[in-house]
């Protein structure tokens, strides 16, 4: 029997550290072959393919140079130049991961033409309909025919919901297998040295939500509440794309640079970024593979959100939603040792590649 076409579908910048540990374990299977679909929703080097390389992933089999645009040009764009793709080397199983664009239109691709899809960090809610990567998460999960979950909280969104049980599998959170795959990388890495960093003596900084950068309104009094955190720590931003754009627009880069203690750096790839995450005294972010990969080391996390579709780094890890009016006071916290130690969900073992590998040969096999 030929061995399942499995297509592993990677856009954005997160979704590169979920793709790869599944990559790896399925290209150990003797059922099945990974197909690498890369929709180029990300496409700078530091935002894509030098993490491929840190991650050990080879050059995506078909890649879809879809890039920038508006919500509706890069959907609709990923889903015709993958519409093609699916025609021509139809796949058995499509697994899209994360919250993205493409995620979604790739979901939408492949149940149209009656290709089980599966979804990975299935059931995540922010029940934030603003956000647009809640909107992809209900039209993903409404759609897929497999559900794979990373906590119980997910799955019991999806029940709520009206999701069948027997669709869902709960396999953990697979962002941990790509940083355990690499950690002694990671402990190597000349990162925090080559900024002249001491372990524990500095805040890790990123935010990109457009809810935080693309309004002056919103990214100022950020801006203003980091140069004040900088007084107490020196502040490490890194800063996306996006970030840096509304930084210049806005006219708060200068002022931002110009602040006690800031350093203001372009993407870093992963096993460099992870380096600066590992000796961070405390990480303040938007982020969302943050908020997991610091319940997961201990370090303190403070969100500049006021959701979070992750809420068990809440209730069992290290994560506290903060304002910027709340910012110095929980900064405070940690600097005075005051701050939750938290604990690692289940499953969130670094394994989580092997059990999603053994969930989809099982539901292959039963056809
Ligand atoms: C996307 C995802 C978000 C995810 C984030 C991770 C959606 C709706 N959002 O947001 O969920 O957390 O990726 O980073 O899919 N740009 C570059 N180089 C790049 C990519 C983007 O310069 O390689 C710039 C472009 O000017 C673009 C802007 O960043 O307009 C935003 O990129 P886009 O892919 O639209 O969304 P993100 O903000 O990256």
Redesign the pocket.
Known sequence: MSKAKVHLVA????NFMKVAPLYHALNTADWADPVLVHTG????RN??DAILEDLRVPEPDFHLGVG??S?AE?TGGVMIAYETVCMEHRPDWIVVV??????AACAMVGTKLWIPVVHLEAGLRSNDRSM??EI?RLVTDAIADVLWTPSEDADDNLLAEGVAGDKIDRIGNIMIDSFEMLRESIEAADARADLGLEAGGYALVTL???SNVDSADTLAPIVDALTEASRELPIVFVA???TI?GLERFGLKDSLESAADVRLLEPVPYVNFMNLVTGTRLVITD??GLQEETTYLGIPCLTLRENTERPITVTMGTNELVTTDTLAELLQRVLAGDWKSGQRPPLWDGRTAERAVEALRRRHTAG
């Not at 856009?11 to 997160?14: H, K, V």
């Not at 929703?41 to 700078?44: A, L, M, N, V, W």
């Open positions: 856009a954005a910048r997160p929703q990300h496409y700078d935002m894509s920038s645009g919500h890069q994360g919250d993205v664009n493409s995620t647009p990567e992809n990109h939500r457009p996306h794309p996006r754009k982020s969302g």
